[in-house]
């Protein structure tokens, strides 16, 4: 009875370890293939906020009355529209060095350099290690890209440091456009820095 419970064990516990180096291998994987090595060019992203224009030009006649209106009585005529929009260009040249992928600046400075440790899955942004890891899974298409991405998000809870913000990295697919996505959020010299990059 006692060997059938070790071996009953023993299956379980090899069961578990799969399913872990499953979940490893899907980050490794996913690295290899969406990281391509050499010079890239990603364009910084913002959300910009841009004055509302109506869509039909109104209709007046000789004294300026507004003739056949038509207009949107939930919609406030001031309120801004929210777009995803380029704000500038940074280069960036990815390495891959034994079981290390780099990302690191070319020529702004205030990028972090980016090391991802495909052993361990652990990512170093300059001084923070970036240990916990989740897939990205965007199914809608009601988003900044208009479209559905998949990914992998890092984090690190800084819990026991001065510093409020929790870095993260994210580096994503976006389905429509094929285009890769790295979103940057870190601190530097007590300052949050926010990246948001899209090649």
Known sequence: MKKIF???????????????????SDVINFIQTELNTGDHVFKMMTNQKNPRQSAEPLLVDENGKILDSKF???QKEDEPILEFKSAGAIKLKIESKDSLFIIRPMENSYCPLIKIDLK????????????????????????????????YQ???????????????????????NNKLYIEILWVENDKKMHYRLLE
């Open 154 to 176: 890092w984090w690190s809870d800084v819990s026991g440091k001065s510093s409020k913000v929790k870095p993260k990295l994210t580096i994503g697919r976006i389905k429509e």
């Open 6 to 24: 070790t071996l009953l064990l023993m299956c379980v516990c090899n069961i578990h370890i799969g399913f872990a180096q499953a979940s490893k």
């Open 120 to 151: 361990s899955t652990t990512v170093f942004i300059n001084d923070y290690i970036l240990k916990d890891v989740k897939e990205v899974s965007v199914k809608n298409t009601t988003n900044v890209f208009e479209s559905e991405w998949n990914g």
């Open 72 to 74: 949107n009585m939930d």
